[in-house]
């Protein structure tokens, strides 16, 4: 795990951050928070409703984020992170910040 | 829009026998509220099971909610109380084309055309239909000719052969090149979804500028209405498959690594 950020959806500004050293949580927040807010979008306009669970895969990580309200957690991980298990854990952490 | 919306729920409070929840649940629909839209449609069924309509309703959220089976089920019902139900055939035409079940779709379809309502988009999913069904009857390319405009249609047909998928391959301007994507009312609706899920593109890129991962390879995300899974091609081109919510998060992925093969192949021999 690279790091754990929530961010406001709207805005991108960090609310809670844990991430590996080097790593800059407002950056992953306002791109994350954006690319979120980029695929809500997109949704709604294709008519498909709300957006839960978002995955971005890429050549050396992962990038995750699932929105509640106005916030949306996002997780930065390694190309070794189990996946399936990891959505899990994110869809019950929503549950639980609900 | 809110405004009727709160109208209509305040009638239906004042009178909660009455008809209008047909109203209020179709314009949740439209609005895209489809969870309070299920709600409204199911409480009004609780007073009405015996409405076509309120079943014609439910049918209707469930299609849109990507529940195919369980529209087919509500039409189905439907049809019981009212044989002669236009959106009920009409539905049903639309939801088995997604399905794949092209002949029992053109059934439906025809059976729509021929109540004479002079719906367009009947006429456009039963030509959908007829080249699905019979592709023999389409002109004959010679080998070497560009790829048609059938074939770019039909691109992904054998790959999402089980219906309840779709896929688009859209250009690095959000143009479809291939692939269709039919409504649940019937509607080619393919240059809208290609441009606006091609927005998600953009800022898979920009952050893929700024954060240390190298480029993107797919992006999916859980929509109400679909799982939408998307890669970049080449050329600047993306592969786009949506699919029923209930479908296995890894199996989209494998439908869309084989549509994105085909899909380079695809351009390969287009260039």
Partial sequence: MVGCVVADAHDGIVVEAVVRQGVNSNTVAALAASLYGGAVQSARAAGMGEVGFLRLEAERGHVFAIGWGDLVLVVIADVSVNVGQLRVDMLKSRESLA | ?271
């Fill in chain 2, 1 to 271: 829009m809110s405004d009727q919306i709160r109208h209509l729920s305040d009638e239906l409070a004042r009178d909660p026998s009455s008809l209008v929840f047909l109203q209020l649940g179709e314009t949740l629909r439209t609005s895209g509220q489809l969870d309070v839209a299920l709600r409204v449609s199911l409480r009004g069924l609780e007073r009405h099971a015996y409405s076509a309509e309120a079943h014609d309703l439910l049918a209707r959220i469930c299609a849109d909610r990507g529940e195919l089976q369980r529209a087919l089920d509500e039409w189905d019902m439907v049809l019981r109380l009212d044989p002669g139900h236009y959106g009920a055939r009409k539905g049903m035409g639309f939801v088995l084309y997604k399905q794949g079940r092209f002949s029992e779709s053109e059934q439906y379809l025809r059976e729509a055309a021929a109540s004479g309502e002079g719906d367009a988009s009947i006429s456009h999913a039963l030509a959908s239909v007829e080249r699905m069904l019979r592709p023999e009857v389409q002109q004959p390319q010679p080998e070497s000719a560009a790829p048609s405009r059938n074939d770019a249609r039909r691109l992904f047909a054998d790959i999402l052969a089980d219906g309840d998928q779709t896929a688009l391959l859209i250009d690095s301007s959000g143009l479809v090149l291939a692939g269709a994507y039919i409504s649940a009312e019937g509607h080619e609706v393919a240059e809208e979804i290609g441009a606006a899920l091609s927005g998600v593109r953009e800022e898979a890129e920009r952050a893929m500028r700024h954060l240390p991962l190298g480029a993107w390879t797919s992006i999916s995300f859980e929509a109400e209405a679909a799982t939408v899974a998307m890669a970049p091609v080449a050329n600047g081109a993306l592969v786009m498959v949506a699919a029923d919510p209930a479908m296995p998060q890894g199996f989209v992925r494998r439908v869309l690594e084989s549509c994105a093969a085909r899909s380079r192949s695809w351009l390969t021999g287009a260039a």
